[in-house]
């Protein structure tokens, strides 16, 4: 390839059909916004230039791209009212102004995120070799669909695009449809757009026209794509076909590069998930989402959640563990039943047991807090062991404060530590104790009443309840 292409995005219609408060291409496939798949395609591509052509709720839908690729990464140009592809093309026009005659376009719809970069590439190489200057993708689809039809002469050359709604009856059975993805010389783009004229059924200015004047050059190149790469969203049914290829795509490469599931059809994968290690192996039901990186050996059970989490090599997830933006160290074990909430960090050998919450909260090496606790704004030294029913009292209504366990320190079942608290190295903190004050380093703190054992008790009080019970019968009723 000689020069890098510019890429042009589709993306301004308003998808009327979704029914939704949110653009359609920020709707998301395998946790990514459609309009983000076709932009790092185009990337991947060795696209020069990317100018995203917006219209509906433009502002937000930048706001998206500049979040995802940078400020000002992806060029947009701005179709106030949406006329028809040809229309939006012409919108994008002047964003590439200055580049020369002879630079490759290629034109991109916005609703169709499983476009391979290969393909971009193979349009630019077909348009490059392509008397005419133009280059098409045309599919099959797997159902009836309301695509433009590849018409031919007796030669075979592309004669024409006919829409669904101006298409003969004749022209209604053409098997090729136009997948709506090109690539032309900007020179030929300049001219053929001033040309377009709305004399159709939908009054627009179609882009596919462009195919009719490159027949008068010797005829576009059309590239067949499989159906499943370029079907587009249109509706929410699509929504879900799309998202199922995605995350088929998405399972297949991660099985590939030695990641063993039980059931990939019901391993959830987000698109950015990753790198995930060898042997992980993933249990039905699990969901890994944003940005979740996974190292080698790591077992993650049934139903488990992670969202933006780290988790080390040879650790273990067991079932339906919560994980949210938090980092876990080597051979740990977390769950069953186990959240882990922001910005917990869980270090090497730790054990994190059933129904015990963290926030923000570092778990040292080789620590325990194996069943019923909440540690919140807490530090947990290493090796230390947090009883059944710990809680930290981090919150007084107003602020929160910090829990501090040093290494090795012992806290009993059913202890609260109210915070700010340390525990010192090694202290104990006796079962049931309320600490509020600091517990010095070796200490035991205990602020449990003295027991008592009152000798016989028990049996006289049922005695006397039983006699209480009798009279009662003989009187009442
Ligand atoms: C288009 C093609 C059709 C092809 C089909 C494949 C035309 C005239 N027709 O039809 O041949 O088979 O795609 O899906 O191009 N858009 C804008 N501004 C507009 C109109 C559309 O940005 O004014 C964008 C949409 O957001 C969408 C893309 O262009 O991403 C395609 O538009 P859509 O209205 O879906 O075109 P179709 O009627 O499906
Ligand atoms: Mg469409």
């Not at 706001?63 to 106030?80: E, H, N, R, Y």
């Not at 995605?246 to 391993?267: C, F, Q, Y």
């Amino acid at each position: 390839m000689s020069q890098a292409p510019i890429v042009f995005i589709m993306a301004a219609g308003l998808g009327t059909r979704m029914k939704s408060d949110t653009a359609k291409v920020l709707h998301k496939i395998a946790g990514r916004p459609v309009l983000h798949w076709i932009v790092l395609a185009a990337k991947q591509a060795g696209a020069g230039r990317v100018v995203a052509i917006l219209g509906h709720q433009n502002e937000t839908v930048k706001a998206s791209l500049d979040a995802a690729f940078g400020p000002g990464a992806v060029d947009i140009a701005i179709q106030p009212e949406q006329r028809g592809t040809g229309h939006a093309v012409q919108c994008a026009l002047p964003a590439v102004e200055k580049e020369s005659d002879d630079r490759i376009v290629a034109i991109l719809a916005g609703d169709a995120p499983l476009l391979q970069s290969e393909r971009i590439a193979q349009l630019v190489e077909a348009c490059a070799a392509n008397k005419a200057g133009l280059s098409l993708l045309s599919t099959v689809p797997d159902r009836d669909m309301p695509y433009g039809r590849l018409v031919r002469d007796r030669e075979g050359l592309l004669e024409k695009i006919v829409e669904d709604v101006d298409a003969t009856p004749e022209q209604k059975k053409i098997k090729d449809a136009n997948a709506s993805f090109y690539a032309v010389r900007l020179g030929h783009l300049r001219k053929d757009l001033q040309t377009l004229r709305a004399d159709n059924k939908k009054g627009e200015l179609y882009l596919t026209d462009l195919v009719a004047h490159a027949y008068k050059r010797g005829g576009a190149t059309a590239i067949d794509a499989p159906w499943e790469e370029v079907s587009g969203i249109n509706d929410r049914v699509d929504l879900s076909a799309v998202e199922a290829a995605a995350r088929r795509r998405v399972n297949e490469h991660w099985m590939r590069a030695g990641v063993t599931m039980i059931d990939p059809k019901s391993t959830y994968i987000d698109a950015d998930v990753g790198p995930l290690g060898k042997d992980v192996w993933l249990a039905p039901g699990v969901c890994l989402r944003g940005k979740t990186q996974i190292g080698d050996h790591v077992r993650v059970d049934t139903g488990c959640v992670l969202t933006d989490v780290t988790v080390a090599a040879h650790t273990q997830l067991k079932p339906y563990s919560v994980l949210t933006e938090s980092q876990v160290g080597e051979r740990a074990q977390i769950g069953p039943f186990s959240h882990l909430r922001p910005a917990s960090r869980i270090d090497d050998d730790a054990h994190i047991g059933n129904f015990v919450e963290t926030k923000k909260t570092h778990v040292m090496q080789g620590a325990k807090a194996n069943h019923l606790a909440y540690l919140g704004d807490a530090s947990i030294g290493s090796k230390a062991n947090i009883g059944a029913g710990t809680i930290t009292c981090n919150y007084d209504g107003v602020s929160k404060h910090k829990t501090t366990i040093e290494e090795g320190a012992f806290i009993g079942s059913d202890s609260q530590l109210v915070a700010p608290v340390t525990v010192g190295r090694g202290a104990y903190v006796g079962s049931g104790t309320t600490v509020t004050k600091d517990v010095p380093r070796g200490a035991l703190a205990l602020t449990r009443v003295k027991q008592v054992n009152v000798e016989g008790w028990a049996d006289r009080f049922r005695e006397a309840q039983a006699k209480r019970k009798k009279a009662g019968e003989g009187g009442e009723h």
